[in-house]
């Protein structure tokens, strides 16, 4: 049986200090971590992933990219079309709940960008279900995503290398890791 290669982002903040944390899997087997600075309510997010991915030596094999979410250290929203475009990857963003768009959209009104950062959120595109989960889906179909998470998961329904991006960010920020 092959095994694909995944890389999962998620963040880790507090105050003005934020970090992306990629971690790369085989399947649901550890096998690196792409990490950087990003702005806390900044526009780098995008960038960095995309800098990240092309960056590693893991990029030619990556199989799909998950995102935790759409946004990043606050509200540094990610372009999704626009890391698949760059990467040529296909993007799951995947999310435990719903998420509250008119909640979102009070806070942004608080930032400068506001425009242009709902304008991102909304270019993520149609939330869907899948495997227990709501995901919104950038160069693949939904089956496609729904193979991805289920050669991705270890056990519960959050693929393992967001899972463990998690807690490594959770780790650089607070000293030890958070429960997910």
């Not at 250290?73 to 719903?98: L, Q």
């Not at 942004?108 to 270019?123: A, C, H, M, Q, S």
């Amino acid at each position: 049986m092959k095994v694909w290669r995944f890389v999962g982002f998620d963040d880790g903040f507090c105050r003005n200090k934020a970090f992306i944390v990629g971690c790369v899997t085989a399947g649901t087997y550890v096998e690196g971590f792409l990490i950087d600075e990003i702005e806390v309510d900044g526009f780098d997010v995008t960038e960095k992933i995309v800098k990240l991915v092309k960056g590693s030596r893991f990029g030619v094999q990556i199989k799909c990219i998950f995102l935790d979410g759409v946004t990043f250290a606050g509200f540094n929203v990610a372009d999704v079309k626009e890391i698949n475009e760059r990467t040529g990857i296909p993007v799951v963003v995947v999310m435990r709940r719903m998420p509250n768009f008119e909640e979102i959209e009070k806070a942004l009104r608080n930032l400068d960008g506001f425009e242009r950062r709902l304008e991102t959120i909304k270019k993520a595109g149609e939330i869907l279900r899948a495997e227990g989960l709501f995901v919104q889906l950038a160069g693949c179909e939904l089956n496609d995503a729904k193979t991805f998470i289920r050669a991705s998961r270890l056990k519960g329904k959050v693929p393992e290398p967001l899972r463990i991006a998690h807690l490594v960010a959770s780790a650089l920020i607070h000293g030890e890791s958070k429960r997910r």
